[in-house]
């Protein structure tokens, strides 16, 4: 049976690691893998983090399941802390939630409850948007199509372009896939007032927004990074979003993510929140619930909750003042434009007007890893080489 199977090449993100990995040149910085990194190149354990561990590992008393649809205090403190504690879905029965693992995890229950609906509907997604989103999304059967977002020549949003397109393509029930915020790949993000536009456009004409929150806290602070979605909730009859804490609390590995339904009146949530558990039930069974506790416990204790909100905030920080030097030395004859769009863009995630050519040459020449889309994760990169990689960037692109 097996001998009929081919090998599949392997994904793209984890080769370029592994060829990084393998590069013995002390000068190599590693902008490729996702991950944020401090200063001195680790994916570090937030102290918040730690702290509820040892809580947690000196009061557990069971490794019993927690329910296909996970820690109802989990996905509690989580909705309040991405709408804000005084929104006004909050109490209006109307929201149906499941805990899964990781925000792919989410995006499949959410994507796999939308085929169950409306199996005809088609899902639409940005160009580009994060690799992942097309094979987790269309492995459900559902179709997707892209709409016109990140311009490669003005590095910022074709806002009207996208709006143009949905307007003349995307028919009543279809999907809208958006970020929330920290665009990923681009870094590019909607403005409020791009926000505030789409939301009446996206009613009127019958779209329904499926928001990707996988970053939240890392581009301009909760609040703000929380606009647009917030907006949604409010003022969308219907609407999905999934939330991610791999990046906001550095639970990578534990896998904890969050999809939220927002649904036209209780009775209907009611019946989403049976139809999420028994989704997750054909995934996984049951979501893993080690990094739900940890995220439950630091947003359910004051003195942990504010820890956190700390050291988010030095991550936010460290970001955005990376952002901020490579500005600086990219802000010369020919670098102009770049350098203002790095500054402008939120997140982790830059792309860069790279050619998978010039990506090879950074690897080969310069020992600066990036992907051949010319996507960077700039929280691998650190003050003392920042220069340098301005440097090689300039040499490539003249």
């Not at 879905?89 to 409306?118: C, D, E, K, M, P």
């Not at 947003?299 to 905030?313: A, F, Q, S």
Request: with cysteine; net charge negative; hydrophobic share 40%.
């Amino acid at each position: 049976m097996f001998d009929r199977l081919d090998s599949l090449p392997p994904d793209a993100i984890m080769a370029l690691m592994q060829q990084c990995k393998a590069d013995d040149r002390p000068n190599k910085v590693d902008l490729g893998v996702g991950v944020y990194k401090d200063a001195a190149g680790t994916v570090p354990i937030m102290r918040a983090v730690k702290t509820a561990e040892e809580i947690i590992f000196g009061e557990e008393k069971t490794k019993t399941y927690i329910g296909t649809t996970g820690r109802a205090g989990f996905r509690e403190t989580m909705l309040e802390l991405v709408l804000g504690a005084d929104h006004p879905v909050l109490g209006s029965g109307r929201i149906a939630s499941s805990q899964a693992a990781g925000g792919s995890g989410a995006l499949r229950i959410g994507a796999q409850l939308v085929y169950a609906a409306s199996p005809n509907a088609t899902v639409w997604v940005s160009t580009p948007t994060w690799a992942n989103h097309i094979p987790l999304i269309g492995s459900t059967g559902l179709k997707l199509e892209s709409y016109p977002y990140y311009n490669r020549d003005t590095l910022g949003v074709d806002f009207d372009d996208m709006l143009a397109h949905l307007d003349a393509n995307a028919k009543r029930g279809d999907i809208v896939l958006l970020h929330g915020c920290c665009h990923n790949p681009t870094g590019a993000d909607l403005s409020h007032a791009e926000w505030d536009r789409l939301v009446p456009f996206m009613n009127e004409r019958g779209l329904v927004p499926f928001i990707d929150l996988a970053y939240l806290g890392l581009g301009r602070g909760i609040d703000d990074d929380g606009y647009g979605l917030r907006l949604v909730v409010r003022d969308c009859a219907e609407s999905l979003f999934t939330v991610s804490a791999s990046k906001n609390f550095g639970l990578y590995k534990e896998r904890v993510g969050l999809l939220a339904v927002i649904c036209n009146n209780a009775d209907e949530a009611a019946v989403i929140q049976s139809r999420l558990g028994a989704i997750q039930r054909t995934l996984i069974s049951m979501p893993p619930d080690h990094g739900a506790q940890i995220v439950e416990r630091i947003l359910g204790n004051g003195d942990l909750k504010r820890m956190w909100m700390d050291e988010l905030t030095e991550m936010r920080e460290r970001i955005n003042g990376l952002r901020r030097l490579l500005s600086e030395a990219l802000d010369v004859q020919g670098g102009e434009a770049i350098a203002r769009a790095v500054v402008a863009q939120n997140g982790m995630f830059s792309m860069l007007p790279v050619t998978k050519d010039q990506a090879i040459r950074l690897r080969e020449e310069h020992a600066i890893y990036m992907t051949n889309s010319g996507r960077i994760n700039i929280a691998g990169a650190n003050a003392s080489n920042i220069p340098g990689v301005a440097d090689a960037l300039l040499s490539v692109l003249s």
